[in-house]
Structures are given as C-alpha cells and as structure tokens.
C-alpha cells in the first residue's frame, strides 16, 4: 500500500509517522478520465467530424452544424450513459460507474451542451432548430419510458404494452441510425441556410442513404460486445439472435450496400471526390472492423466502428481540403 | 443566414442557460414542482428563440410571424410560475386538472387569438417595422387583449411569489437560498416587462423582458445546482407538519385568543367524541374537556405536571395537559395550544412500583422475621404447635401475596387489550371465588344486565367479593352484587355486612402514593384501583346503615365502533361524579347516617 506506515499505531490509536515515498499517479482517476473520453465526448467528436465529412461530401459552406451536431450527441449520450448506468454496468462497467458515480455533473453538463446547441441552431435558423430538436425527441422516444407510460395510459389494461425503442429488435438501431442519418446530412444543409434543392436531391438522397446504412453497423458492431448483458436484459440485438458469425456476416453485407452507394456517387459525381475518398477510407476501416467483430476486446470493440469516421477526418485534411 | 445581431446573441445566451435549466427541471421530476419549473423555463426558451427568428428577419410578414408565435411563450410563463410555486411550497392541493385548465383560460386564448391571426386587432393595434442602432425591431402598439394578458401574468406572478416570499423568512437556510434564487429569477423578467411597458426603454419596440431571461436562467440553475432547488423543496413540510398534528396520538386542541376553538386533531375528535366541523369556531370552554381547570393550573404558573382525569372514548383516564402559546413573529400570541398527554399507564407503572417495594420491604420482610423467629422457637421447643401454625399462616399470607402480585404485573399490562364478556358471567366467576372463600357466607347476586364489559373487570370484582366474605368477622357473613346500566355505563356495586375499610386505606388509594409512614395493608385494594384505572372507570366506597361496605364500580360498557369518535356524540360522564384528583379513580362517598 502507498500510505503504508513504518511503525504500528501508537497506543492511543493514532499514527505519528509515514515512510516517505513518492506517490505513483492515481490511476483511478486516470481511468475515470480515460472512461469519461471514452464515452460521450469521444462520440460528440466522432459527430462533429462526421458532420464535417458530409458538409465536404455535400459542398456546402462551413457551419457551426459540426459544433453543434457534437454538442448534441454529447448531451444525447451523457443522458444516455447516465438513464441506463445499471444497465450497462455488464457490458461497459468502467464507464457505468462513472455515469452512477457523476450523474448529476453529467447531466448538468448535457443540459448545458444541449441548451447550447439548440442557442447556435436557434441562431441559424429555423430550420436548423428544428433540426436540432429531432435528436433529443427521438432520444426520448428511444430510452425513456415516455413512450411504454404513454401506451399503459391509452390501454390501462395492459392488452397493449408499448415497450421503449431501445429493447425493440432492428427498431433500436434502426431509430438510432435514421437520428444520426437526419443529424449528420440535414444539419451542414441546415445550419448554412442552404436548400436541398441547390445541393441536388439525388446527392443528399445518396449521403443520406449511406450514412443511415453506415451508422446501423456502427450501433450493432458494439452490440456483439454487449450480446450477453443484452440477451440477459432480453433485448434483442443482431447478435443476440443470429450470433456473433452471423451477425458479422450481416453487417458485412450491409458495408458492401453502403460501398455500392459510394460508387454510385463517385461514377455519378454527385459529390466532392476528395470527401467521397475519405469516405472510402471510413468504409474500409469499418469492413476491417466488422471482420474482426467478435475478436476484438470489448473496448476495441467500442471505439474502433466510431473511430473510423476520425481516420476519414485526418483522410480528408491529408488530401487538402 | 447573416452574423446575428448583439441583442439575439444575448438572447441565445438565454436560451442556452434557460434550456438546460428546464431539462434538468424536467429530469428531477415527480419532484414537486419540477414539471411546472420545466413549463416555466420552456416558455422564456421559446419565448427568446422566435424573438431572435423575429430580430433576425427582414419583412414585416416574417417579424409577424414569429411575433405571434411567441405567444406561445408568454403565456406559458406565468402559468408554470404559479403552479411552481404552489406545487413546490406544498400547496399542491391547488393543483389539480381543473385549477390548470381555468387558469388557462386566458392563456389559450390568447394563443388562439395568436394563431388566428390577431382579428379584430385584439393584440396588435398596429405593428411597424424600426430601424434602430442596435436592430431591426417590430413596433408594436398593443391591443385592448395585450393589457389583459400582460395583467393576468403579473396576477399570476404576484400570487405566486406570495409561498416563495414566506420561504425567504424560514429557518432553513437551504430554503431561503432556493427562494431568494427564484424570486430574483422571476422579478428581473418582470423588472423587464414593467420598463417596456411603462415606456422606460428609449428604443422603440425593444422589450427586454426575454433579453434578462438569462439572468433568470443563471438564478434558476444556481437554485437547481447550489441549493439543490427540487432535490430538496419544502413542498412536504406542510404535509409533514399537518401529517405530524393529525396523527399524534395525543389529544389536542388550538384554542385563539378569543377562546373559540380554531383547531383539534383526530385524536382530540375521536377520544373526547367532537364533530371537528361543528366543534371549530365554538367556545373552547364548550369543546375542550376540563377548560377552566387547565386554563387555572396554566395561570398557576405551577411547571409542576398535574394529572386531570378525562372522560373520553377509553373511559376515564388521567390527563396531563400541557399549554404552549403559538407566537407570531412579533412574539405576539396567536392562539395556545392544549395538548393532553394520557398518562395512565405512567402512573399506574409508578403505583405498582411503589406498592410492589413496599410490599417486599415491609410485608415479606415482616413475615419472614415472623417466620424465622417461630422457627427459631421450634428449634427449642419442636412440639410448639402455635409456632408451627403462625409459620403456616404466615408463609400462606406470603404465597397469596406473591400471588396478587403476580397479577398486578401480569393483568394491568397497558398494552395488552383485554377481552369483552358479558357482565353476568363475570359476576358469576367473581361470585364464585366469593363462594370458594367463604363457604358459609350468604351471597346474593342482584338483577346484572347482559352488558359487554372487559375481562379485567373479573380480577377486579374477585377481590372485591373475597375481601367482602374474607374480611367478615361475623357468624353469616353477607354480601350482595347488583349492577346497573346507564348512559354507557354499567355501575357494579358490591354490599357487605363486615366491619368497613379502613379509612386509611382510601386515602391511600385516593392520594395515589405510599409514604413509609402512609401505606396500605395488602395489595387487593390496589389491584381493585388499577384494575379500575385500567378499564377506564372509577370506584367509590361508601358506609352501609348500620354496619358494611358498598363498594360502587363503574366502567364503561362496550360500544359500538361509530359511537367511538368522531359522530359528535360527547363521550358519556361516569355515573358517580366526584372531585376530579390527581390520585385516581377512587372516591369516598359519606353515607347519610354517617354521625356515628
């Protein structure tokens, strides 16, 4: 032990006197920071940059839609991490535990940084704060019990039992990807005032597409991590049903849909090259994740389908743009 | 969209400061209050959101647009202030579906107005678009519908501050932080609106109410965050306290300075039988049981506790009464209030000890000296048969003494609810041992209603007939049981023929304690008293022409549970009235032959 001391306590109970030494860092807090990182923030980046990709993908002019795209999904995940931290305490117990443990801090921080979001879309716009609001609607249709609640008192007598979007099969990702696809495609259009029209329709139907196809296999790709605290909860995931080989194979096939769109793009020139090439990067990050799914560690397993987007990101800056 | 305006970025600060006030309001819900602090909060957000959508566009129709829509705002904030507030100080009991919906009668119909499209100029007599150093601004001239409403929300306000206002005077400090944080996040808003409405602001169309929503947002986060605003609302203080009046077991009664009768808990109405709606407004003297010698031991100014026996639901029992004055904060007296603590069972615990240690100090002590010096006497002399039957005699004296006492301790257990019986079979029994004792002993029984009465009263009648045929020194020793019925009563009297009680022994009885000095003989006459106490009734003993004892039992006889409280039926005055005594239930009646 660090506070080890040199001699036993003195007869009235107290301790006179300690070794010196040199205290090691405390890697407790190191891990609480690492697993905070890890968590809400490290999604707020991936957003942001996701968001940045498309509005190259999209040429359209920067906005603060990136900000505020990662303001929200920093707010949306927090509030997430924190509403089902018992939850998760199987599959991601480090983070668990620091959502139990700073419940309050976080969520008064994924207020603010949704207030905050919600103050840079109001300031671009109605559009874009009408935007802004889908992601904590759908937040709240999906985790909270707003919506069984809603059910129970429509039909008290329980014939009809409306479960959360988040234990329903394919639902749960498919909600979650359709929130990202609408967040990530519409808010560079939105926040910069500019109409689907300007851009092309068949260019943002093709984004939007891929980014809804891709962000599915981001949401079950960590679900093969959480198959057994899942299948234990009883909520069916793609892993949970059709096993880990199975589950890879699926998603694998859903990477070759969303390669198809890209090509599509490419061959039709519907959007900027270099974005489309760091796109390309992204998607065979994921392919490489998506074989490896069920070899890789858990955290690996967690980071590695989101980090994607962050090697697309240093892609499309390496090409110039 | 172009660099947005210093006044909308000021706005935006609100919205981003409001916003997450009100999820973090939200998220604290079914705290009291929470709900309606989110409304609250929600309505300045929207309220500056389509104010920076009006600041920012450039048409007349647009800044219109998102003028009206702002209603939706407006009214909305006053509506949660208000129910906040009752909600959170514990006045939820004004919240209900229906207060909600007739409070926002004139709120939704000035969205409706809104939504329509203002006909009639109801709200906007004229709106003009002005171009100021510091922004494009809608002027607008109000309408007969803007006075209304915007005197409506300072109604509301107003009434809401009113609980918040009383919290800034309480003791706890947390409260007093909470409510401060509210109330300067709701007058800045209102410090706002009064300026633009009186003219105070030199910018045409500049209201600024939404502008200081920030500074609201800031004291209602301070007030979430620091004071722990609906973590830790006072909302169940009232309910606690008034939880805490109604529930005491203990009686008791507020009496104003007038003398009326301004409040009385559940167990006031139940044990002394009061209808709490007739009895409220009424003369004290009239409701409060014994009000006048309460109101003498309080002017005595005597701290020294003095038990008052009561008539209530459990029969007569021994009273403390305790007067506190509740005081304003001009330490002026309000109203007193008189609580009655039933200390029955305390004083009966103090009897028995009392008379238990006299019984093992002087009377085993005094037999067993009886017994060791007649044994040390047979010692001498083994052929003594006197000596070996004051021995006898003596240890059958300790055995029924160790007998009785194990009753007292067993029987008069205060928790411990004994059975109802009829009366006659518990004549019967007590009659019977009557019999046991004394063989050629005439004992009649009288005409005995069949009443329910509780089991203890058989100890109690047991010793008294024993004594009646025990105590009787006379060739044919007669006793005689009658009982009677009346007003809720049943009064058992038992009639000898013997040489009478010790005065003595009444006045040991009757002052409650043993001195050294002033004891009892025995310990039947105290298991008579406590048993008596314990049902609730009292005892009296009278002298019999020419010669006996009458012994009056009176105790309350089973009644009905609806009977018991609450119906406004006064509990039933014991039939053998006597001076009211700290001492018990026992009193002497003087026989009117008594000269002799």
């Known amino acids: 032990m660090a506070n080890e001391p040199t001699k036993p306590s003195t007869a009235d109970g107290t301790t006179s006197q300690y070794r010196s030494h040199v205290t090691p860092p405390d890697t407790g807090a190191v891990r609480r920071v690492a697993a905070f990182a890890a968590g809400a923030p490290f999604t707020a980046l991936v957003a942001a940059v996701e968001v940045a990709l498309v509005t190259a993908a999209l040429g359209v002019q920067r906005s603060a839609a990136p900000i505020a795209v990662g303001l929200i999904a920093f707010s949306v995940y927090a509030a997430d991490h924190v509403a089902d931290a018992e939850g998760d305490a199987d599959s991601t117990p480090l983070r668990a535990r620091f959502a139990l443990r700073y419940a309050d801090q976080l969520m008064v921080a994924a207020a603010v940084s949704y207030g905050l979001a919600v103050a840079l879309a109001a300031g671009a716009g109605p559009a874009a704060l009408a935007l802004a609001l889908v992601p904590g609607a759908v937040w709240i249709g999906y985790a909270t019990d707003w919506l069984p609640a809603l059910g129970d008192r429509l039909a008290p007598l329980g014939a009809v039992s409306v479960p959360r979007l988040k234990d329903v099969f394919l639902l749960n990702s498919a909600a979650v990807a359709l929130a990202w696809a609408v967040a990530v495609v519409a808010a560079p259009l939105a926040f910069a005032g500019v109409p689907v029209d300007s851009v092309g329709p068949r260019t943002v139907a093709l984004l939007f597409a891929y980014v809804l196809i891709r962000s599915f296999v981001d949401v079950e790709i960590p679900n093969v991590r959480d198959a057994a605290a899942d299948a234990a909860r009883g909520v069916a995931t793609l892993p949970v049903v059709f096993g880990v080989a199975g589950t890879r194979r699926i998603l694998l096939g859903v990477d070759a849909v969303a390669a198809g769109l890209l090509a599509v793009a490419f061959a039709t020139g519907a959007a900027a090259p270099a974005a489309l090439a760091a796109l390309a990067v992204e998607l065979a990050v994921s392919l490489a994740v998506t074989a490896l799914a069920g070899r890789l560690d858990g955290t690996a397993l967690g980071l590695a389908p989101d980090g994607s987007y962050l090697v697309a990101g240093v892609a499309l800056l390496a090409i110039g743009l | ?596």
């Open chain 2, 1 to 596: 969209m172009a660099a947005l305006s210093p006044l909308s970025v000021a706005l935006l600060v609100a919205v981003t400061v409001g916003l997450a006030g009100a999820i973090l309001a939200w998220r604290e819900r079914p705290e009291p209050g929470a709900t309606w602090l989110a409304v609250l909060l929600a309505g300045q957000v929207w309220w500056a959101t389509f104010l920076v959508f009006e600041l920012e566009a450039t048409t007349l129709p647009a800044k219109a647009l998102w003028y009206d829509v702002q209603w939706v705002g407006v009214v909305a904030i006053p509506v949660g202030w208000l129910f906040f507030a009752l909600a959170y100080t514990g006045y939820d009991r004004y919240v209900t579906p229906f207060s909600v919906a007739m409070v926002s009668v004139v709120p939704a119909a000035t969205v409706a107005v809104a939504a329509a499209g203002d006909p009639g100029n109801l709200l906007a007599a004229d709106r003009v678009v002005r171009e100021t150093a510091v922004g494009t601004f809608l002027d607008v001239v109000p309408g007969p519908l803007y006075y209304i409403i915007a005197g409506y929300t300072y109604l509301l306000g107003a009434v809401g501050s009113v609980p918040l206002i009383q919290l800034i005077r309480d003791d706890a400090r947390p409260f007093r932080g909470q409510s401060a944080a509210l109330l300067v996040g709701t007058a800045a808003p209102w410090a706002g609106s009064v300026a633009y409405l009186s003219g105070a602001i030199p910018i045409p169309g500049l209201d600024p109410t939404p502008l200081v929503f920030g500074v609201s947002g800031v004291a209602y986060l301070l007030a979430l965050s620091r004071f722990r605003l609906l973590t830790l609302a006072p909302a169940p203080r009232r309910r606690a306290r008034q939880l805490v009046f109604e529930q005491l077991h203990d009686p008791v009664f507020v009496v104003g300075t007038e003398g009326l009768l301004v409040d009385l808990n559940e167990s006031a109405a139940e044990t002394f039988g009061v209808d709490r709606r007739a009895a409220i407004g009424e003369p004290a003297a009239a409701v409060v049981p014994k009000y006048d010698a309460v109101r003498e031991l309080d002017a005595s100014g005597d701290d020294k506790p003095r038990a008052i026996r009561l008539v209530g639901r459990d029969g007569q029992r021994p009273y403390e009464a305790t007067i506190r004055d509740v005081v304003d904060d001009h330490d002026r007296t309000t109203a007193r209030v008189i609580t009655y603590h039933d200390v029955g069972a305390y004083l009966g615990q103090q009897q028995r000890l009392n008379v238990l240690n006299r019984v093992f100090r002087h009377d085993v002590r005094t037999e067993t000296n009886l017994i060791l010096g007649y044994a040390e006497q047979l010692r001498s002399d083994p052929t003594d048969e006197r000596a070996m039957s004051v021995i006898s005699e003596s240890a059958e004296r300790m055995l029924d003494l160790s007998e009785r006492t194990r009753t007292a301790g067993e029987l008069f257990d205060p928790t411990d609810e004994s059975e109802w019986r009829p009366l006659p079979a518990v004549v019967d029994e007590a009659v019977a041992e009557a019999r046991a004792n004394g063989p050629d002993a005439r004992v009649e029984v009288g005409e005995v209603p069949t009443v329910p009465v509780r089991e203890v009263l058989v100890v109690v009648l047991e010793n008294l007939c024993s004594n009646a045929v025990r105590h009787n020194d006379g060739d044919a020793p007669w006793m005689r049981v009658d009982a009677a019925v009346a007003d809720g009563w049943v009064e058992v009297t038992v009639a000898d023929d013997g040489p009478g009680i010790d005065p003595a022994e009444y006045d040991v009885l009757d002052r409650g304690t043993e001195t050294p000095l002033r004891h009892g003989s025995g310990i039947g006459l105290w298991i008579v008293k406590w048993g008596v106490d314990h049902l609730g009734g009292r005892i009296s003993f009278d002298e019999r022409d020419p010669e006996g004892t009458l012994v009056t039992v009176a105790v309350p006889i089973d009644r009905e549970p609806s009977e018991a409280g609450g119906d406004g039926n006064e509990a039933p005055e014991p039939p053998a009235d006597g001076p009211s005594t700290a001492g018990g239930s026992v009193s002497r009646r003087t026989p009117p032959d008594a000269g002799r």
